[in-house]
């Protein structure tokens, strides 16, 4: 705090003047986050957040490329302040996915804080070990979960694998009506 160094500096008998200057520009448009999910898995849809920060009202256009292709490009209203936009993807494949969004408006006087990058690695389809109890219980949470874009690899108690090593493949486990008996 230069203030209270002064004032420190004055007590021991040393004067220091000071001239203030203005840091804040009047016209500046930046992007000061660009926010990906941590972990995806394929076929996964999810949110995008762009926020852009503005000294002063303006209008702008807004773009969002994955993998250096456009995706998204809209007319946007900024607000003096913190202006938070959202954008929808679907992990469509595996592997490591780009993201880059720029801004462009008219009043700005910093151009190079106007385009952030981030990625994301997306992992390959979610495989669930349903194990059921009697033969067919399973088969209508079978067709659920794979409507939702996850491999099922079906199991009875006795046929489930019993080291951990080989569970570890899947990203989950489920039970359907399975005696705990029956499990190894």
């Keep these: 705090d230069g203030i209270e160094r ?22 500046e448009v930046q992007i000061s986050s660009l926010e990906l ?3 995806l898995y394929q076929g996964e849809m999810y949110d995008i957040y762009v926020t852009v920060d503005s000294t002063h ?12 292709q ?4 809209q007319q946007v209203q900024l607000q003096k302040g913190e202006n938070r936009f959202i954008f929808k993807d679907t992990a469509d494949e595996g592997g490591i996915k780009t993201y880059e969004a720029d801004i462009q408006v008219m009043e700005d006087e ?3 804080n106007n385009r952030m990058a981030a990625y994301v690695d997306v992992k390959g389809k979610p495989t669930i070990a349903l194990v059921e109890g009697e033969e067919g219980e399973a088969r209508e949470l079978n067709k659920i979960l794979e409507a939702a874009g996850i491999e099922v690899k079906m199991f009875t108690p006795f046929s489930l694998p019993s080291s951990l090593e080989e569970l570890r493949k899947y990203h989950g ?4 009506d399975v005696a705990a008996e029956d499990l190894r």
Excluded at 8 to 22: H, P, T
Excluded at 70 to 73: F, N, P, Q
Excluded at 173 to 176: D, N
């Design 6 to 27: 002064a004032k420190a500096l004055l007590r021991q008998g040393i004067q220091l003047d000071g001239v203030f200057f203005e840091t804040q520009p009047l016209y």
């Design 37 to 39: 999910p941590s972990k």
């Design 57 to 68: 009202n303006t209008s702008g256009i807004l773009r969002l490329y994955a993998n250096r």
């Design 70 to 73: 456009l995706i998204s490009e």
């Design 110 to 112: 910093s151009l190079q």
């Design 173 to 176: 486990l489920v039970l359907c």
